[in-house]
């Protein structure tokens, strides 16, 4: 399609989903802090009081595990809802079958990496905007400018498309929990001033009188009161909101050593490579790994008529020049050390807003320094 909508949603810190993406990626951040685990394979799921973590391939919690899933919880927003104060009940599962196999040779997946030019992050615009509108949304409750908003809520935006390229946006939409009654008048003027101005400042479009707003106010705090939660089940608010074409296989709770995540950040980098070396405005680049070998079976790359080379060649300059192997590709992100370098964290922060485009935190598959040699 060359004139389209395409929609994309991105939900805030204190959504249930996102909250089992944080708890997950922290135990990986744990367990690459102290050694331990480096096949470990974390999921979550929370609802009303309750917490269930899983973790295999883990010959020794690297910490009391309890106490850190109520601690990303309480950080989300949510301490002033703890109710006696000792947080929810968290049920542990611990083995240590699972993840202690080679995950490298033990698994076949189809990885997708795309970049496009609608933004300086080299992100789909609809992707960008919703994940713009969570931060601000984030920013006003922590900064206690919107004293009455749930750490839960959503956002979706609405982008016209002509030509492929972005043109105007037809629709914004908020879901939130609400902590204290509040006019409807009330909150849209502030939906106004404190999340939707902010968060387009300095874009490339920005609403208009056109563009319709609708939203949803849910009384009460939200989050896993409300809806229950799960690891993994916002992959494409994780990659590209849709616009590309994704992996099946979530990113958050696994190590390094999965390739189902260490190939989308090796393929998001080729794609954004693509474009700094000036061989095509979008790119999406597909890495397909089979059992037993380290390196992919085949790189495909699809530039969608905007290369300024054929996509063959495209995919053979990547070939010869990015290492897809996934050791390879661990060793040359600092995959493996990131956690224990920034503090003990670094895959949590992931888990909130997008793992691609951030530049934000120096995700080492944004960096471009290699395009020369591609050009």
Known sequence: MRDFVMTSESVTLGHPDKLCDQISDAVIDACLTADVGRNAVAECAVATGVVFLSVRGL?????????????????AGYDHAMGDGAGPTVMLDLATDGGAADARRGQMTTAFGFACDHTEQAIPLPIWAAHRLTRALDAARQEQRLTWLSPDAQAQVAVSFRNRIPVGLPGLAFAFGTTET???????????????????????????????????????????EAHSGQTGRKTADDTYGGYSRQSSAALSGKGPARIDRTAQYAARQAARLVLAAGLARECEVQLSYILGDEAPASIEVDTFGTGAAADEQISRRLASVLDFRVGAIAERMGLWTRPAAQGGRFYRDLATYGHMARDDIAAPWEDVTLASALA
Request: glycine fraction near 6%; charged fraction near 15%; include cysteine.
């Open 59 to 75: 010959p020794e919690p690297p910490c009391d595990l309890a106490a850190l899933a109520r601690r990303v919880i309480a950080e």
């Open 182 to 224: 509040v006019n409807p008048a009330t909150i849209e003027a502030a939906l106004h001033k404190e999340v939707i101005t902010p968060a387009f400042a300095g874009g490339p479009i920005a609403p208009d009188p056109a563009t319709r707003l609708v939203w949803h106010a849910i009384p009460g705090v939200a989050g896993p």
